[in-house]
């Protein structure tokens, strides 16, 4: 069954949030997006919704979801097919890989497969900062996780690897994500030293009016009611911000390749 998400134009107001997103989709070295608000704001809605304009990417279709255009962020098993001409193309949608608030460090850095090595074989079982690899790592709730991995999390943002070392097994694979948190500072704060990390931090407010109030109602009753046709509806409208995305990052690539001559 196929899931139909919110269309992303039709979110009523929101408008900082919503650049703020769009800055990371267009280059998410920026180091993420943190979007502070109480709850009830759409803030999953909003992030669900990004996800379904963006544009599908390459992939060489490893576990790692490698760049086959870029080979100095190719993992090791990429690498080995690329001196053997055996790397693969593909097209990929973006997926949403979410970080639970249950999630221990090994599965979301990675660990030692035990299968393999009961066979003798050292290898990595990556874990969700391998999966979000040119996906969205989504982190509901930021200021509720053990703050030992909002660090590893952050470190993949700003290196764009990760880094795996654990006994008999030392392991370097990419990761660059669109990171987008979430938080409800009625739930507890965040340390200063981990809210300096992200690259832009938002403040979504609850609707303003009775008519905003009552539009959002409307737009979700619509949605509810016939998610098919409200999608079509606002179908126009996000392959145009989908377009705008394509040729923010053509250029943002043109002034970084005539900076870098």
């Known amino acids: 069954m196929k899931t139909v998400n919110f269309p992303f134009s039709a979110i009523v107001k929101q408008d900082l949030v919503k650049l703020g997103l769009l800055i990371n989709a267009i280059d998410p070295g920026i180091g993420g997006i943190l979007i502070i608000g109480p709850k009830g704001i759409a803030k999953t809605t909003m992030v669900r919704s990004l996800s379904k304009i963006l544009p599908e990417i390459k992939s060489t279709g490893c576990r790692f979801n490698c760049d086959p255009d870029d080979e ?12 053997n001409k055996k790397l693969k193309t593909v097209y990929k949608k973006i997926d949403i890989k979410e970080i639970p608030l249950s999630a221990t460090i090994d599965r979301v850095a990675g660990s030692l497969d035990v299968k393999a090595a009961l066979h003798g074989e050292v290898r990595l079982n990556e874990g969700i900062l391998g999966e979000a690899n040119r996906n969205i790592l989504y982190i509901d709730e930021v200021n509720l996780l053990d703050d030992s ?8 943002a700003a290196t764009g690897i990760n ?91 043109r002034i970084t390749s005539m900076m870098m001559t």
Request: proline share 5%; net charge negative.
């Open 72 to 83: 100095n962020s190719l993992c090791d098993e990429c690498l080995d097919n690329l001196k």
């Open 149 to 156: 991995i909002v660090d590893a999390i952050l470190d993949s």
């Open 163 to 253: 880094r795996v070392e654990r006994e008999n097994l030392s392991y370097v694979h990419p990761a660059r994500f669109i990171l987008i948190g979430t938080m409800n500072p009625e739930e507890g704060d965040l340390r200063p030293q981990l809210l300096d990390r992200f690259g832009i931090s938002v403040t979504a407010s609850l609707p303003e009016s009775i008519e905003e109030m009552v539009e959002i109602s409307k737009r979700v009753e619509d949605f509810n009611r016939d998610p098919v046709s409200f999608q079509e509806r606002y179908m126009k409208n996000d392959i145009y911000i989908k377009n705008k995305i394509i040729n923010a990052r053509i250029n943002l690539y």
